[in-house]
């Protein structure tokens, strides 16, 4: 028992009460938040009764976890009350004034653009004052960021198909309501006018101006299907890419390479961080935050993008650190920060989660896969522990929501992944000689070029394996998961202990 005491240290405790307090806003869907005032009164008392009457540690760390637990409960549901507004006239036809408050979603056949409600012209409707709207505007006339639009047309919820729900996914960017096209009703049909431009941020005016810009010179330097990847690549613009294309990664299982989110970012940077070893540390913290910076600029600085970024510098301030162990307390309370500023996305944000598990993965899974891949030399093995340790973690997750696995994803990754850091790094350096000289651009982007074709001829060629898809949806149910994590965790916790026996040993 007492050996087990010793390694209830504070920074441990605290550890295990942010787990507890996310478990609690996980689980508030299933219970009943008006007993739990009176419970949270209750365990409030008997906390401080042990914490001032007693010194038996784990009487105090027990109620300590269980006050996190409710913590958690409230906490989601204050979020709730003040941020989600439910009383939205829904099924009405609406006018108002509103400011395109993102970076538009441009597809091949519509528009999507978030709008910010700021004048209604209908007194019962003033409940819309600051809210988002997601309006499905046809493709031309484009608008940008900035812009205020007078809109016309009926305001609809977000609906749920085919198992997808639409709803939570916005709720988790506060968007509760959409108008679409409406085409065949002329009485409820979309109208929308321009009004004026450059109503948004300043910053965030320039930066989305530097993207199409950046995204123009791309589209001139390279020919479909290069420019639309090498986009999704270095912007995270999957719906640059064409859906034949699209689905051929997925059945790879090299789609995460045109997704913005933490497995991205966190597999480069931590490839980066291991084969910048030989530097000196500030030296490779320092142009690995530029990277990260100019990444977060290129993207648009949308919310999604900090998050999935300030995860992979974490990497980077684990070079400083010099130990990857501290770490992850590091990393848990940054997700603790962000969960309390919107604990949407640790319910509805599928790229969080998918952030937050890769980078679990790279803390306890990769050290593994790099030690047994070490006889292939410091490039691939990094690449590919980095890869692969992600991708252990974020499996049984993406089997969730998918219900589907890539038999061929770990050939895929081994031959495709490594040039990926490389076709980032030359497609940056090609746009910016092309913003001073065009022709110097084009040959930059040869390397690039090349790399892109072989990763699009390869992928077209993996993808008519038979079979390389696999369907498994009998396991999309949360308990299967459960177990499968749970069988994850008990084999790295026995590996790694194994690893640190034989390095004791040493």
């Not at 291991?274 to 690995?288: A, M, N, Y």
Request: proline share 3%; charged share 15%.
């Amino acid at each position: 028992m007492s050996i087990s005491v010793k390694y209830l240290t504070k920074s441990n405790i605290f550890l295990f009460a942010e787990f507890s307090f996310f478990v609690g806003i996980i689980l508030q869907n299933y219970i009943n938040l008006k007993d739990f005032y009176l419970y949270f009164i209750i365990i409030a008392i008997i906390f401080l009764f042990i914490y001032f009457f007693t010194r038996k540690k784990y009487q105090l760390v027990v109620s300590i976890l269980i006050f996190s637990f409710i913590a958690g409960i409230i906490y989601f549901s204050f979020y709730a009350q003040k941020h989600i507004n439910y009383n939205l006239p829904y099924g009405k036809n609406i006018e108002f004034e509103g400011i395109v408050a993102d970076y538009p979603d441009i597809r091949e056949d519509k528009t999507k653009l978030t709008v910010v409600v700021n004048k209604i012209f209908s007194d019962q409707n003033n409940n819309l004052i600051g809210q988002k709207i997601l309006i499905d505007a046809k493709r031309y006339p484009e608008y940008k960021y900035g812009d205020k639009l007078f809109i016309s047309g009926l305001l609809d919820k977000p609906g749920n198909w085919s198992g997808f729900d639409y709803a939570q996914y916005l709720s988790r960017y506060d968007i509760f309501s959409i108008i679409g096209q409406n085409q065949f009703s002329s009485e409820n049909a979309l109208k929308m006018h321009f009004i004026s431009s450059g109503n948004g941020n300043v910053f965030y005016a320039y930066i989305f101006q530097l993207r199409n810009f950046f995204q123009n010179k791309i589209n001139i330097l390279l020919s479909e299907p290069y420019s639309g990847l090498l986009s999704g690549i270095l912007f995270g613009n999957k719906k640059s890419i064409n859906n034949d294309l699209s689905n051929i990664l997925v059945i790879v299982g090299i789609s995460h390479i045109i997704v913005v989110s933490g497995y991205h970012a966190t597999v480069i940077t931590k490839i980066f961080g291991d084969l910048t070893q030989s530097w000196p540390r500030k030296l490779s913290f320092l142009v690995g935050t530029f990277i990260l910076f100019t990444f977060v600029i290129l993207t648009g600085a949308v919310a999604s993008v900090i998050r999935a970024s300030l995860m992979a510098w974490l990497f980077l301030l684990a070079i400083i650190l010099g130990r990857m162990g501290n770490i992850f307390k590091i990393f848990v309370f940054t997700c603790l920060i962000m969960v309390l500023l919107n604990p949407l996305i640790l319910l509805y944000d599928f790229g969080f989660q998918l952030s937050a598990l890769s980078v679990v993965g790279l803390i306890f899974v990769t050290p593994f896969f790099e030690k047994k891949l070490a006889s292939l030399g410091k490039i691939i093995s990094t690449t590919l522990g980095a890869t692969f340790g992600a991708q252990v973690m974020t499996l049984p997750i993406l089997i969730y929501k998918f219900g589907t696995v890539s038999l061929i994803a770990p050939l895929a990754n081994l031959l495709i992944v490594p040039f990926t850091p490389l076709v980032m790094g030359i497609g940056f350096i090609a746009m910016i000689c092309a913003s001073i000289y065009f022709w110097l651009g084009e040959i930059v982007i040869w390397p690039a070029w090349l790399m892109l074709k072989y990763i699009v001829e390869l992928s077209k060629w993996l993808a008519k394996i038979p079979n390389a898809l696999l369907n498994i949806s009998f396991l999309n149910k949360w308990y299967y998961i459960f177990i499968i994590y749970l069988i994850i965790i008990v084999l790295v916790n026995y590996i790694n202990q194994k690893l640190y026996a034989k390095k004791l040993e040493r």
